[in-house]
């Protein structure tokens, strides 16, 4: 089976930098996706790692450990826009598309 | 391309009748997800079809749902009877043959409410 663990809230200030952690465990990696979701809305994709390192779009960067388990979301230049929830999800070796999602750190940004 | 479409948006009904949600993927997608989300549970994968056959049911939480694919264009997702621990928001996803890079796209949701 697959655990993914992320903080439930985060709080930041517009124009700073936070940063979302998420670590994981699972029988077979195949992975790491980063998904926004604004309130009422639908997720929308940011970010997929599936070698260790840093994948930079823009003001979001994702970073990967696969020997640690271990994912981050950077956001740099916070707006008031970013205000939503960040989902982890990972996408294991067995399951072709499948993939578990964790269940999401909100992040609200403030003046 | 509009993007996946869901029907409804919303839905009230009474606990023990039969809801039918609908999802039409993005046009040329290969893979169809079904999710629900809750605050308690977070989003979670019920069935998922690779050219229209189901590939993996083992997150359809019991008997009482149901799903089809009848064509590429299609998909249904149905609960009979209905509960209140029903009430969520349902996710319908597509994504493109895989090339390494499997990117899901969801449709708006449905947000079911069971009284």
């Known amino acids: 089976g697959q655990n993914i663990d992320q903080p439930t809230e985060m709080t930041a200030t517009e124009g700073a930098i936070v940063q979302i952690n998420c670590t994981y465990q699972?029988?077979?990696?195949?992975?790491l996706f980063w998904y926004q979701q604004h309130a009422g809305e639908a997720p929308t994709f940011l970010s997929y790692?599936?070698?260790?390192g840093l994948e930079e779009k823009g003001r979001f960067s994702s970073f990967l450990s696969r020997s640690k388990g271990y994912s981050y979301l950077l956001l740099k230049e916070l707006q008031m826009k970013d205000s939503a929830s960040y989902l982890c999800?990972?996408?294991?070796?067995?399951?072709?598309?499948?993939?578990?999602f964790g269940t999401g750190t909100k992040l609200q940004v403030i003046p | 391309d509009a993007g996946v479409i869901q029907s409804p948006r919303h839905e009230v009904t009474e606990m023990g009748q039969e809801v039918t949600l609908r999802c039409k993927p993005i046009?040329?997608?290969?893979?169809l997800f079904w999710y629900r989300q809750t605050m308690m549970r977070g989003l979670e994968l019920l069935i998922y079809?690779?050219?229209?056959?189901?590939?993996?049911d083992s997150g359809m939480p019991e008997d009482r749902f149901s799903a089809k694919m009848p064509n590429a264009s299609f998909s249904t997702l149905k609960i009979q009877p209905s509960e209140p621990r029903d009430s969520a928001v349902y996710f319908c996803?597509?994504?493109?043959?895989?090339?390494?890079?499997?990117?899901?796209?969801f449709g708006p949701g449905t947000r079911l409410t069971v009284t």
């Open positions: 996803a597509s994504s493109p043959r895989d090339r390494g890079f499997p990117v899901q796209y």
């Open positions: 790692n599936v070698l260790d």
């Open positions: 079809f690779n050219n229209n056959v189901p590939i993996d």
């Open positions: 999800a990972v996408r294991n070796s067995g399951g072709y598309q499948k993939v578990t």
């Open positions: 046009s040329g997608h290969d893979y």
């Open positions: 699972t029988s077979g990696f195949n992975g």
